[in-house]
């Protein structure tokens, strides 16, 4: 009966454990392993932007990855105005207020 008890008791907390932690995981998908080594220097057409996001900061090279419509990641510098036009303007829509 007590085995039960704290057998259920231990699975519920793995589970509680295993939820907690699967956002994170999500989150950090697109991180420490996605870094860029080469870049696009030219601008593909808006309309083909699907989103924009920024590589981990422990990233050597601090750059910009754009997924096509197509779900194919592209790398831009940092520096490159253009996809900073584009990231600013996405997360400008998208109106997130917990940007750090
Ligand atoms: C951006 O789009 C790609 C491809 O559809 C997707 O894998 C990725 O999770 C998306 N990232 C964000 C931050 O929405």
Same mark, same amino acid.
């Given at each position: 009966m007590m =085995? #039960?008890? &704290?057998? #259920?008791l231990?699975?519920?907390?793995? @589970?509680a454990c295993c &939820? $907690?932690?699967m956002p994170e995981a999500l989150k950090f998908n697109t991180a420490p392993g996605n870094c860029c080594? =080469?870049?696009f220097t030219q601008k593909i057409p808006v309309k083909r932007v699907? $989103? *924009?996001? =920024? @590589? /981990? +900061? +422990?990233c050597q090279n601090q750059a910009f *990855?754009? /997924?096509t419509i197509r779900g194919?990641? *592209?790398c831009f510098r940092e520096t490159f105005q253009w996809a900073r036009d584009i990231y600013s303007q996405? /997360?400008?829509i998208v109106g997130s207020s917990q940007q750090l």
């Amino acid at each position: 009966m007590m =085995k #039960t008890l &704290c057998f #259920t008791l231990g699975l519920l907390l793995l @589970t509680a454990c295993c &939820c $907690n932690a699967m956002p994170e995981a999500l989150k950090f998908n697109t991180a420490p392993g996605n870094c860029c080594f =080469k870049f696009f220097t030219q601008k593909i057409p808006v309309k083909r932007v699907f $989103n *924009i996001t =920024k @590589t /981990h +900061s +422990s990233c050597q090279n601090q750059a910009f *990855i754009v /997924h096509t419509i197509r779900g194919i990641p *592209i790398c831009f510098r940092e520096t490159f105005q253009w996809a900073r036009d584009i990231y600013s303007q996405q /997360h400008y829509i998208v109106g997130s207020s917990q940007q750090l």
